[in-house]
């Protein structure tokens, strides 16, 4: 008889606590489906380029037509042509934008700052009041430079999409 009542302690002991973790377990997981647990929304939206070029601010909204806007300032320390511009992301399928801006080359003087818009964006999870992690390509040559070698800089944008 010791035994058996040696066992149903042993067995009620383990029943009691595994209860217990699943109750808990069941609290984490309602409070992770309702976005208590959303610790993405608390970022800070951050607009990082190479030291070439400094990020002023940058803006991304859903309303009109899902823009997505940059201000740079040229710190090369030369006159420099923009000949190209491309944003995309790493979803399943990437954003597509159009840029809205003068065909290139784009003439972009020393120590000024310009602004880039992109419009018309589609795909790339590009959802209102939902985070996002854009990556630009922006490819120049320096004015002056007699052989004009293109180079290339990459910049990230993280930031949650504006309604209005």
Same mark, same amino acid.
């Given at each position: 008889? &010791?035994?058996?009542?040696?066992?149903? !302690?042993? $067995?009620?002991?383990?029943?009691?606590?595994?209860?217990?973790?699943? !109750?808990? /377990? $069941?609290?984490?997981? !309602?409070?992770?489906?309702?976005? /208590?647990?959303?610790?993405?929304?608390?970022?800070?939206? +951050?607009?990082?380029?190479? /030291?070439?070029f400094k990020?002023?601010?940058?803006?991304? %909204? %859903?309303?009109?037509?899902?823009?997505?806007?940059?201000?740079?300032?040229?710190?090369?320390?030369?006159?420099?042509? #923009? =000949?190209?511009?491309?944003?995309t992301n790493?979803? =399943? +399928?990437?954003?597509?934008?159009?840029?809205? %801006?003068t065909s290139?080359?784009?003439?972009?003087?020393?120590? =000024?700052? &310009?602004?880039?818009?992109?419009? %018309?964006?589609?795909?790339?999870?590009?959802?209102?009041?939902?985070?996002?992690?854009?990556?630009?390509?922006?490819?120049?040559? !320096? #004015?002056?430079?007699?052989?004009?070698?293109?180079?290339?800089?990459?910049?990230?944008?993280?930031?949650? #999409?504006? =309604?209005?």
């Open positions: 008889m &010791k035994k058996q009542k040696r066992g149903q !302690a042993g $067995v009620e002991f383990l029943s009691t606590y595994a209860l217990a973790f699943i !109750a808990i /377990f $069941v609290s984490i997981s !309602a409070l992770y489906y309702f976005g /208590f647990l959303d610790f993405g929304k608390y970022l800070p939206q +951050t607009c990082i380029f190479p /030291f070439q990020c002023i601010d940058f803006s991304l %909204s %859903s309303s009109p037509s899902n823009d997505v806007e940059i201000k740079l300032t040229n710190n090369i320390g030369e006159d420099i042509d #923009v =000949t190209s511009l491309l944003i790493e979803a =399943t +399928t990437p954003i597509s934008c159009t840029p809205n %801006s290139p080359p784009i003439r972009w003087n020393s120590s =000024t700052q &310009k602004d880039f818009a992109f419009v %018309s964006c589609t795909s790339g999870a590009y959802v209102p009041d939902d985070w996002i992690e854009l990556k630009i390509s922006m490819q120049y040559y !320096a #004015v002056n430079s007699p052989s004009k070698t293109p180079h290339t800089i990459n910049g990230k944008i993280n930031g949650i #999409v504006k =309604t209005g």
